[in-house]
């Protein structure tokens, strides 16, 4: 069982996460994909897909500072990386990933330890009890 703390502190960190990803996708997608991971894209899409990104950091650092209040808010961002998790094994498994094994690992292993972590240091039961 976790702490408040903990729980916060890794909420906070994930959300740190979704932020550069929101931002890098958003700002510069062709440096982003193209140089780092050499995945060939138009640029529409990911910065299409970074907008989400960028207010899913805003939504989870303000449910970091309220988990007092809103401890039920911890299962969306629980949920948000494992559901990655899924369509990347999906994509994986029916032979229509497109990306490079570089982008697919990074992607993999940074969502389930945010999974994990998350599911890790969430308290079994509410602050108040």
């Known amino acids: 069982m976790g702490s408040l ?11 740190i996460v979704f932020f550069a990803y ?14 780092l991971f050499g ?17 899913l950091t805003w939504l989870e ?3 970091a500072d ?3 209040e809103r401890l039920d808010l911890v299962w969306p961002f629980a949920l948000i990386p494992a559901l990655f998790m899924v369509v990347f094994l999906w994509e994986r498994t029916a032979g229509t990933y ?7 690992w990074v992607n ?17 039961t509410s602050p108040e009890s």
């Not at 929101?22 to 140089?35: M, N």
């Open 108 to 124: 993999l292993v940074v969502t389930l330890v945010f999974f994990v972590a998350i599911i890790a240091t969430r308290p079994k």
């Open 61 to 63: 650092w303000n449910a």
């Open 98 to 104: 497109p990306g490079t094994e570089s982008f697919w």
């Open 39 to 55: 995945y060939d894209v138009e640029s529409f899409w990911p910065r299409a897909v970074g907008v989400p990104f960028l207010g």
């Open 22 to 35: 929101g931002a890098s996708f958003v700002l510069v997608p062709d440096f982003a994909l193209g140089t």
């Open 5 to 15: 703390e903990t729980l916060r502190t890794v909420m906070k960190v994930q959300a």
């Open 66 to 68: 309220r988990l007092e």
